[in-house]
Antibody
Framework: QITLKESGPTLVKPAQTLTLTCTFS??????????VGWIRQPPGKALEWLSL???????RYSPSLKSRLTVTKDTSKNQVVLRMTNMDPADTATYYC?????????????WGQGTLVTVSS | QSALTQPASVSGSPGQSITISCTGS?????????VSWYQQQPGKAPKLIIY???HRPLGVSNRFSGSKSGNTASLTISGLQAEDESDYYC???????????FGGGTKLTVL
C-alpha cells in the first residue's frame, strides 16, 4: 500500500526559505521508473505543478518557479525534500507530494494529505 | 490564469450524464495523449480518475470516461450520483519546457 505524507512549517515569513519533507512508504525511489512530484493549491484556487524527481535523480521543475525550487531525495529514508526560496504571501497554499503512476508520464495516482503553508509576517 | 480552460461549474440531476471540457492548445492537450483528470472532494487530496486521455485506474468506476478531440479534452460522468459532487481538474503534459499544466477546475453540483 502506497502512502505519502508531507511535513514542514505551517507558517513562514516573507523572504524566508520553505523546506517541506515528503515521507513515503509502499515503494522505493531507487526502483526504475519511480517518481515523486510536488503540486500546490492556493486556498480556493487551482492545482499547480511544481516539480518531479525520478529514481535516477533526474529532476524537473515548473519553468515559472525553477529559480526558486530545489528537490532532493534520500532513498534510505524514503523521503523527498522540496525547498522554495524567497517565499511570498502569494505562495500561501496547500502543498502536496504525490507518487507518479508506474509507467506513467506526468500523472499521479497516490497523493499525500497535503500541508497548508501560510506566508505572513 | 490557468493554462487549460474549464467551465467554472456544471450541474446535473441524479442518473443524468454530464460532460466537462478542458481546452488547451496544440502545445499541450492537442499535442500529446497525456491528459489526466482528477476528482477532489472538499478538504481532500485529488484522486486520479482518468489518465492518458481515456484510461481508468483500477478501482475507478466505469461511469467515468475521457476523450479528446483536437485541443479539447472531455470528462463524461454517466449515471450521476450524489457522491460525484466534487471539483474536477484536468491536466496535460505540455512539452519538455513547460512539462505539466492544470485546468482551473470545475465544480460539479448534483441537483
Amino acid at each position: 500500500q502506497i502512502t505519502l505524507k508531507e511535513s514542514g512549517p505551517t507558517l513562514v515569513k516573507p523572504a524566508q526559505t520553505l523546506t517541506l519533507t515528503c515521507t513515503f512508504s509502499g515503494f522505493s525511489l531507487s526502483t526504475n521508473g519511480v517518481g515523486v512530484g510536488w503540486i500546490r493549491q492556493p486556498p480556493g484556487k487551482a492545482l499547480e505543478w511544481l516539480s518531479l524527481i525520478y529514481w535516477d535523480d533526474d529532476k524537473r521543475y515548473s519553468p515559472s518557479l525553477k529559480s526558486r525550487l530545489t528537490v532532493t531525495k534520500d532513498t534510505s529514508k524514503n523521503q523527498v525534500v522540496l525547498r522554495m526560496t524567497n517565499m511570498d504571501p502569494a505562495d500561501t497554499a496547500t502543498y502536496y507530494c504525490a507518487h507518479r503512476r508506474n509507467d506513467g508520464w506526468y500523472d499521479f495516482d497516490f497523493w499525500g494529505q497535503g500541508t497548508l503553508v501560510t506566508v505572513s509576517s | 490564469q490557468s493554462a487549460l480552460t474549464q467551465p467554472a461549474s456544471v450541474s446535473g440531476s441524479p442518473g443524468q450524464s454530464i460532460t466537462i471540457s478542458c481546452t488547451g492548445s496544440s502545445s499541450d492537450v492537442g499535442g500529446y495523449n497525456y491528459v489526466s483528470w482528477y476528482q477532489q472532494q472538499p478538504g481532500k487530496a485529488p484522486k486520479l480518475i482518468i489518465y492518458e486521455v481515456n484510461h481508468r485506474p483500477l478501482g475507478v468506476s466505469n461511469r467515468f470516461s475521457g476523450s479528446k478531440s483536437g485541443n479539447t479534452a472531455s470528462l463524461t460522468i454517466s449515471g450521476l450520483q450524489a457522491e460525484d459532487e466534487s471539483d474536477y481538474y484536468c491536466s496535460s503534459y505540455a512539452g519538455s519546457t513547460t512539462r505539466l499544466v492544470f485546468g482551473g477546475g470545475t465544480k460539479l453540483t448534483v441537483l
